[in-house]
């Protein structure tokens, strides 16, 4: 079983439509999540930590769940640009490297 | 620009060869990471450095996979007698002790194996 899951997607949403992805991960003693978002042919990039008691960073809106080991993004409004790989990122507490799910393509349509 | 370089940006070799990738980090960051990434896939963990000090490694990373990071700059990653199943995007980040999460990562290495 893979550490971080995620839906491969393609999630194909019109401009301005709701869409959330999920992802689960495996290790109890993981404590820090994030989600990276990585445009085609090029380098991941940091969107936003992932706080327990949830949090939003313009029309994008982190949870997570502990209990369920999930943790999920929202985006809103979608926009043209938004169209990327969304990396779900689990850090254990006892290790330095932060762990990559496979990520979730996301393709906005005007 | 004072972003991650890494140098070459592609490689191309024949297997059985040795090949060398090269890392400049951000310039005050003391936390060092190599990834590997093929298609479709996440990034997967190498080996991670905080200033000279190569203080996690990948056990899926085999015996021909070495990565020094001398005086706490710049790292080289050595990949000896290449395989076909090396054949990936390798990716350096660096970052800072905190914010926790933050890594910075350079445009990545392309190695192909024939």
């Known amino acids: 079983r893979k550490e971080v899951e995620q839906d491969p997607g393609p999630f194909n949403v019109p401009e301005g439509a709701t869409v959330a992805f999920n992802c689960t991960y495996s290790?109890?003693?993981?404590?820090?999540f994030f989600w990276y978002r990585q445009d085609c042919r090029k380098e991941p990039k940091l969107l936003m930590s992932?706080?327990?008691s949830g949090n939003e960073d313009g029309r994008f809106t982190a949870q997570l769940n502990r209990a369920s080991q999930y943790i999920s993004l929202l985006i809103r409004d979608s926009k043209l640009s938004d169209s990327a790989t969304y990396l779900c990122?689990?850090?254990?507490?006892?290790?330095?490297?932060?762990?990559f799910g496979s990520g979730t393509r996301l393709l906005v349509r005007p | 620009d004072t972003g991650v370089s890494q140098n070459p940006r592609h490689k191309i070799t024949k297997r059985g060869q040795n090949v060398t990738f090269r890392c400049d980090p951000i310039?005050?960051?003391?936390?060092l990471y190599w990834y590997r990434q093929t298609l479709g896939q996440g990034p997967e963990f190498l080996t991670y450095?905080?200033?000279?000090?190569?203080?996690?490694k990948s056990r899926l990373l085999s015996d021909r996979f070495s990565a020094e990071r001398p005086k706490g700059s710049f790292s080289t990653l050595e990949i000896q007698r290449t395989e076909q199943g090396d054949s990936a995007m390798y990716l350096c980040?660096?970052?800072?002790?905190?914010?926790?999460?933050?890594?910075?990562f350079g445009e990545g290495s392309r190695l192909t194996v024939l």
């Open positions: 992932v706080y327990s």
């Open positions: 290790n109890s003693a993981s404590q820090s």
């Open positions: 310039s005050e960051h003391n936390r």
């Open positions: 990122v689990v850090k254990v507490d006892s290790s330095y490297k932060l762990i």
């Open positions: 980040a660096s970052s800072l002790v905190l914010p926790i999460g933050e890594l910075f």
């Open positions: 450095f905080q200033n000279e000090a190569q203080l996690e």
